[in-house]
């Protein structure tokens, strides 16, 4: 080889690494975590995991000291890294992880220490645990579907299953509190509870509430259930948030949350005589089990007695703060008053503020502005309403002090917030009507022409020729007949144009549906090798739901499982392809929520897909 060209090469590879030594080493400076986790609850006697986790090189960890647990094994050292070049950048990351294996022996609510541990020349300290231990698991006893009520949580089952109970599998709506007041709010959370020890694949015919009554926000909705173990009445269940809600109640009195429904999946090992099942792992049979919750009561007390003159509606907490963006103007000119309420409550409900403007101004229909965040603690930000008035004569004017009364829901009282009075001096304007010119005030300079004449001279005309001619009979006279004939006649023929028009659109779409699939198929395959479960299940939805509604001439709206069903029954489709698509469509949704959790992954659906849609073609004309 040429040694000018094996001396560059050299160089070249010394600079790359280099480079990355450098970047590593810089990227894990700047932003250095020591975390620590484990299970926030087992069983006495169960085994689990203590992880302490570094994203940098470190040195000298320091274990905390752990005497409510037997150490098993640990600390076992492991570590990981990665580099990824994105879009000519550089990211590398590295992990450390410090294991132990600990046991529980007794019960409790127990708080493992902190770690410590050096990187850079620093000192880090990792966040302390708190783990609950449980007695043992006792066998379920079925309540015969019947409510399971756990504190503020409850489920029921109402598909008999003989391989679970309720107290295997149930959904619960919890609240945050029953009793608040008009414009309160209150947070609703919904959760699924699967008894570890039952095999769960999925679930499908998610159903939430409707939340009469209320205005809703949801806070979490998670595509993907993960699920975390939870301490229920002491037994430990797998819990997975399926949504999180802020509520607020738009009238007094009881309000109810509906139930929320759900169907779960159960798999169930099936015994078989054939020894080659149990080499093979076995079969299981699925069995769908319905679950509803309990629908959860809400009092809603009204508002108490006594409100101000000025309250427009705000509960919370909240502050008001008011500015005008000039003091001295001249006649005509435009003045901008600014008012901002601000603070935690109702803020989307606020009504514009009343101001008692002086006369002689006009005054024009306020600019509002919301800046509102919606979390778990409720609405918080701003609301700012800009009002735009023009005096039209000079003088002096006085804006007097803005009030805003709210209800303080902390004290229950309501509150009534005050800002300063605005003065406003109005020089005379270029143009302005003198104040004894004779004009009508209301009248401006450009109505008129002659100031300090309140008569006007009217010039006689020398010469009125009255003419006897009338229209009947003439060609205007039957034109006026002839024009709304014309008119109806043109609407009519535009009205069954459009109609062929429709007709033909339909066939045209009934002939391109295969196409039209073909190409949602195409761009949900790109997703399947990027890896992109959502994007890849969603675009399968769209192909299927947007086939059946070109091929069957139907919106999509207007499609559902059940009808599409009988639809294409009637066009002699086979019930087998018929629970195909089922199947599919059924496989598509539920992936959306829980993708690990379908049998083949995205190319078992995509063959399906691909095989289901062209035996339709070829059956549906």
Not at 203 to 211: G, L, R
Not at 228 to 250: A, F
Not at 355 to 372: L, R
């Amino acid at each position: 080889m040429n040694p000018i060209l094996l001396h560059k090469i050299l160089n070249l590879r010394a600079i790359v690494i280099a480079s990355l030594l450098f970047s590593g080493f810089s990227l894990k400076a700047d932003n250095v975590s020591f975390t620590a986790s484990a299970p926030q609850a087992v069983e006495v006697g169960e085994q689990f995991r203590l992880q302490f986790v570094l994203n940098a090189k470190g040195s000298n960890f320091a274990e905390p000291n752990i005497t409510d647990f037997q150490v098993l094994s640990g600390p076992n050292t492991s570590s990981s890294s990665s580099i990824q070049w994105i879009n000519g950048s550089m990211s590398q990351s590295t992990t450390y992880t410090y294991t132990f294996i600990l046991m529980a022996d007794h019960e409790g609510k127990f708080t493992i220490p902190s770690a410590t541990i050096k990187s850079g020349g620093k000192t880090y300290q990792s966040n302390p645990v708190t783990i609950e231990v449980v007695a043992g698991s006792r066998p379920a006893a079925s309540n015969g579907g019947q409510q399971q009520q756990t504190g503020n949580q409850s489920g029921t089952q109402t598909t008999t299953n003989p391989d679970l109970s309720s107290d295997d599998l149930f959904v619960a709506i919890t609240v945050d509190k029953k009793k608040l007041y008009q414009g309160q709010y209150l947070v609703a959370t919904i959760k699924l509870y699967i008894n570890p020890r039952k095999d769960v694949s999925g679930f499908e015919d998610v159903k939430f509430p409707p939340f009469t009554g209320f205005w809703s926000s949801d806070l979490e909705a998670p595509q993907q259930v993960s699920l975390q173990r939870e301490n229920v009445n002491g037994q430990i269940y797998n819990t997975g948030l399926l949504k999180k809600v802020l509520l607020m109640p738009q009238r007094s009195g009881e309000l109810t949350i509906d139930p929320m429904e759900i169907t779960i999946l159960s798999r169930t090992r099936v015994r078989s005589n054939n020894p080659f099942d149990d080499f093979f792992g076995g079969s299981y049979r699925t069995t769908p089990y319905k679950l509803v919750s309990k629908p959860v009561k809400i009092n809603v007390e009204p508002l108490p007695a006594g409100k101000p003159a000025d309250f427009s509606g705000g509960v919370g907490n909240f502050t008001l703060n008011a500015s005008v963006d000039k003091t001295e103007v001249k006649a005509n000119e435009a003045v901008t008053l600014k008012v901002k309420v601000s603070g935690t409550g109702n803020l989307k409900f606020i009504n514009n503020i009343k101001i008692d403007f002086p006369p002689d101004i006009d005054v024009y229909d306020p600019k509002t502005t919301q800046n509102i965040k919606t979390d778990a603690s409720g609405m918080s930000g701003s609301v700012t309403f800009d009002y735009l008035f023009i005096p039209r004569y000079a003088g002096n004017y006085r804006i007097a002090p803005i009030t805003f009364s709210y209800f303080d829901t902390k004290s229950k009282t309501y509150k009534t917030l005050t800002t300063q009075e605005f003065n406003i001096s109005v020089e005379k304007g270029d143009g302005e009507a003198e104040a004894n010119s004779g004009v009508v005030q209301a009248l401006t300079k450009e109505d008129v022409k002659f100031i300090g004449k309140d008569i006007r001279y009217i010039k006689p005309v020398e010469r009125l020729d009255r003419r006897q001619q009338m229209m009947f009979g003439t060609p205007l006279f039957y034109g006026c007949y002839a024009i709304p004939l014309l008119l109806f006649v043109a609407i009519i023929l535009f009205r069954l144009a459009q109609i062929k028009q429709n007709a033909n659109q339909a066939a045209v779409k009934n002939r391109k549906a295969n196409k039209v699939s073909r190409k949602r198929l195409r761009q949900a395959a790109k997703y399947m090798k990027q890896g992109q479960e959502a994007q890849f299940y969603d675009e399968m939805l769209k192909a299927i739901w947007g086939y059946l509604s070109d091929k069957l001439s139907i919106p999509v709206a207007n499609l559902s499982k059940d009808n599409v069903a009988e639809i294409l029954s009637s066009h002699s489709v086979d019930n087998q392809l018929v629970d195909e698509l089922m199947d599919l469509l059924n496989s598509c949704e539920f992936a959306r929520y829980a993708p690990a959790a379908v049998s083949g992954g995205m190319d078992e659906i995509f063959r399906k897909a691909d095989s289901t849609l062209s035996k339709l073609d070829q059956k549906v004309k």
